[in-house]
């Protein structure tokens, strides 16, 4: 897990490119979804968080995003 406030703009950028960073959550609501979601594109800077992929954000006791993983949200949710 990496927070927004602790890397460049570079180096997140270079991490996306490559593929190092898949999601992103709100360290606050504990929610991850995709980097395009309208809903984390609105997210406070000091509540971003990024994750390698979705195993990580799982087993840091996030919850999948209900508007961009609708699927995984519903399987979450009915557990």
């Given amino acids: 897990m990496i927070q927004?406030?602790?890397i460049?703009?570079?180096s997140l950028r270079s991490k996306i490119h490559?593929?190092?960073i898949c999601y992103g959550g709100n360290k606050k609501l504990k929610i991850y979804g995709?980097?395009?979601c309208r809903s984390g594109k609105?997210?406070?800077m000091e509540n971003r968080v990024f994750?390698?992929?979705e195993k990580e954000a799982l087993?840091?006791?996030y919850r999948p995003c209900g508007h961009c993983m609708r699927e995984?949200?519903?399987q979450w949710k009915n557990k």
């Fill in 4 to 6: 927004h406030s602790q």
């Fill in 42 to 44: 609105r997210m406070k």
């Fill in 8 to 10: 460049t703009a570079e």
């Fill in 34 to 36: 995709l980097l395009s």
């Fill in 72 to 74: 995984a949200y519903q």
């Fill in 51 to 53: 994750f390698t992929g």
């Fill in 59 to 61: 087993e840091n006791g």
């Fill in 18 to 20: 490559h593929r190092d």
